[in-house]
């Protein structure tokens, strides 16, 4: 090689590091094949940082390292195999520059040559330019690849961690901040139906979305977008709008109709597959208590009543009534004649056993026989024969026993068979929840539903009725003639009766059928834990929410929520002096059923007799602006001022409408102010005399000793 002309070079600190230097680009090229043999890098190929030096195990397209014996013979070359300034370890590629690509490996490799010892300063280097493309040199028999990626493979003996996301000693490592991945979930994974039309879809930038428009598909994906009803709603939709593009475009299918016309083609009904919406009943005048309309509820009702718990329906037969009667009227006789011998020539008592309970119940007595509805006693006779293991509790027995029950039941036959007392004490229960006033409504456990008779099994009292008080005090007769209940304790009943019936129409349901043979009377006892306060108090608390009254025989019940809120009923029955006067004048009438039983009940408490009416005013017919008083006058060391308040409003509601919300029935504030004045009377007059306390006492005393005759 001649020399040439000395031109500007780098200047170096020592002549050991420019020959190494000099050494990485002189160093020759190996073929493709061999290449093969040096791929195996070490871990830290991959650990990177944010700083400006790499690590030893990365790229720097420089070359790879030689050592002496592959340069040559160089008297000033170092026994050393790597720089000061480095530690490589890994081979790497010399750069491919455009403008040689076409040159084979000969080429390439001659492109340096050794050079004397004085000459290595002169040599000069090319550089490869760094806006080039860096391309990786093959074999010229295969075509260039676009990009290598290099894929550490781990070794045999190799575990791979169990540890978290990132190894902690790579992390304090690593400056870049790392996220959990999140998928993100975009409109297009949403379902085609889901895209409105005022919104441009395809112009969304969002990642999962390509660049450029997309057309919409004209049918969505097979089982991306499937649906229970997707056969329906095609038969519904007409061939050509199938065939038209569903994205884009306001699809008003009415699905409800397709289910509907689906159902009805194969034979099914709709009464449980389609919820009604709005009232059940639309007419604006009817009979409440007619066949045809409860069995319109019970068509409509949602959820069905065969949901309920407790509700047994059996298509069926039972014919056991003739024996219950025939049992009971036998039952009776002996009761009355108490002898020894009829006692033993009577058959055993009827045991009632019904599927899908385990109780069985045998029967006592007759409680109380009615127009179409007989009262008896039962006892459960299984629960006798059951263990109750207080380690292994069974829920809905024993302590776990939602609603208490006791060995002693009432059950109550209905004819014609009907389930809709069980529906409206039910439904009495549950939108009361935890209200005071629900312990004022008798408990339904079981209704037994069969296609000749029913069984309705509820709470059983033995302290008797109202009407039981009213005969009580009027066996004791008086120098006036016969006896009346205490005003004090009047008050206390005619409270508990405004609270529960205000608590009641405030969740529209009415009872229908209101007198004192219905009004149950309700003294329990007080809890050890509690003491019964001598003085009243009107938020139950020292005992006082223990005692009250109990409603029973909601078979004229109504429940409002099922008609119109502007419905008007029509009794197309004989009407007698207990109904209210719209009854008794052909007119129509809703809540005033109520307020009437409510003022009779009140009425023969105070007077000892059923309640009598006369009209104030002028005028007959549905227009008439007449009022209704009391026949008889109230006693003048009564306290008048809310006896008298009380009874315009229960006889005369439509006056008193002005002040409640919507200017309509029912008459929920007017009720509240009367019982609020009654309570503050009891509050500070209920210690006078014998006092409330007192009273109670004593009735509870005359029940017991009633009882035990």
């Excluded at 790879?64 to 013979?73: F, P, V």
């Excluded at 179409?372 to 109750?388: C, D, H, I, M, W």
Aim: charged share 30%; proline share 7%; glycine share 8%.
């Amino acid at each position: 090689m001649t020399k040439r002309k000395k031109e500007q070079t780098m200047t170096l600190h020592t002549r050991a590091a420019t020959d190494d230097i000099y050494d990485l680009f002189n160093q020759p090229l190996k073929p493709a094949e061999e290449e093969e043999d040096e791929e195996e890098e070490s871990d830290d190929d991959y650990d990177m940082t944010d700083g400006d030096y790499t690590s030893g195990g990365e790229s720097t397209g420089t070359g790879r390292l030689i050592t002496t014996s592959e340069a040559g013979d160089d008297e000033t070359s170092d026994v050393k195999s790597v720089s000061e300034w480095s530690d490589f370890t890994a081979r790497k590629h010399i750069p491919n520059i455009d403008d040689e690509e076409d040159e084979d490996e000969d080429t390439r490799a001659s492109r340096f040559t050794e050079a004397d010892d004085e000459d290595l300063a002169q040599i000069e280097v090319e550089i490869p330019k760094v806006d080039e493309e860096l391309v990786t040199p093959v074999s010229p028999d295969l075509p260039p690849p676009t990009r290598t990626v290099f894929v550490p493979i781990p070794p045999e003996d190799y575990e791979p961690p169990t540890r978290p996301y990132r190894d902690p000693a790579q992390v304090s490592q690593n400056r870049l901040p790392f996220m959990t991945p999140i998928a993100e979930k975009t409109e297009s994974s949403l379902g085609m139906n889901t895209v409105r039309e005022e919104k441009d879809y395809f112009n969304l930038k969002t990642p999962s979305k390509e660049n450029g428009p997309r057309k919409p598909p004209v049918r969505p994906i097979e089982g991306l977008d499937s649906s229970p009803f997707k056969e329906i709603i095609n038969e519904a939709i007409p061939a050509e709008k199938i065939a038209q593009p569903l994205l884009g475009k306001k699809l008003k299918t009415n699905t409800t109709a397709a289910i509907a016309a689906k159902v009805q083609s194969s034979g099914g009904a709709l009464a449980k597959e389609i919820a009604p919406k709005g009232p059940i009943i639309k007419d604006a005048q009817c009979n409440p208590v007619d066949d045809y309309t409860r069995d319109m509820i019970f068509a409509g009702l949602q959820p069905p009543l065969s949901t309920y718990e407790g509700f047994f329906e059996h298509k069926e037969n039972r014919s056991r009534s003739a024996e219950i009667k025939k049992y009971a009227k036998a039952a009776s006789k002996i009761h009355k004649s108490a002898s020894e011998k009829t006692m033993t020539n009577m058959a055993m008592p009827p045991i009632l056993k019904f599927p899908g309970t385990d109780r069985q119940y045998m029967l006592k007595r007759e409680l109380g026989a009615g127009a179409f509805a007989p009262v008896y006693l039962l006892e459960n006779v299984a629960s006798e024969n059951e263990e109750v293991d207080e380690d292994y509790p069974v829920m809905g027995k024993g302590a776990f026993d939602a609603y208490g029950r006791k060995s002693l039941e009432a059950l109550k036959m209905e004819d014609p068979p009907t389930a809709w007392e069980f529906y409206i004490m039910r439904q009495a229960k549950r939108r009361l929840g935890v209200h005071r006033a629900a312990e004022s409504i008798i408990n339904v456990y079981e209704m037994h539903l069969y296609a000749d008779e029913c069984y309705l099994i509820e709470e059983f009292r033995h302290q008797g009725t109202l009407l039981d008080v009213i005969n009580l005090a009027r066996a004791e007769p008086t120098t006036t003639g016969p006896g009346v209940m205490d005003e004090t304790l009047v008050m206390f009943f005619a409270v508990e009766l405004l609270r529960t019936m205000e608590a009641l129409h405030s969740k529209g349901i009415m009872h229908g059928d209101l007198k004192a043979d219905n009004c149950l009377v309700r003294l329990d006892p007080i809890p050890d834990s509690d003491v019964w306060s001598p003085k009243y108090r009107k938020d139950g608390t020292g005992g006082w929410n223990k005692k009250g009254i109990a409603l029973i025989d909601f078979g004229r019940g109504i429940d409002m929520k099922v008609f119109r809120p502007d419905v008007q009923f029509i009794a197309d029955w004989k009407t007698g002096p207990a109904d209210c006067a719209e009854m008794r004048e052909c007119r129509p009438w809703t809540w005033q059923i109520d307020y009437h039983g409510l003022a009779g009940i009140i009425h023969s408490m105070l007077f000892g007799k059923y309640i009598d009416t006369v009209a104030v005013g002028g005028g007959v017919g549905v227009a008439a602006q007449k009022k209704w008083k009391l026949k008889e006058g109230l006693k003048r060391y009564w306290q008048t001022e809310i006896w008298g308040e009380c009874f315009e409003l229960l006889l005369n509601p439509t006056s008193a409408v002005e002040q409640e919300e919507g200017g309509k029935m029912p008459v929920l504030k007017g009720m509240k102010a009367v019982r609020e004045k009654m309570e503050a009377w009891l509050e500070g007059n209920s210690e006078r005399g014998v006092g409330l306390q007192g009273g109670l006492r004593r009735l509870e005393m005359q029940i017991e000793g009633r009882r035990r005759k």
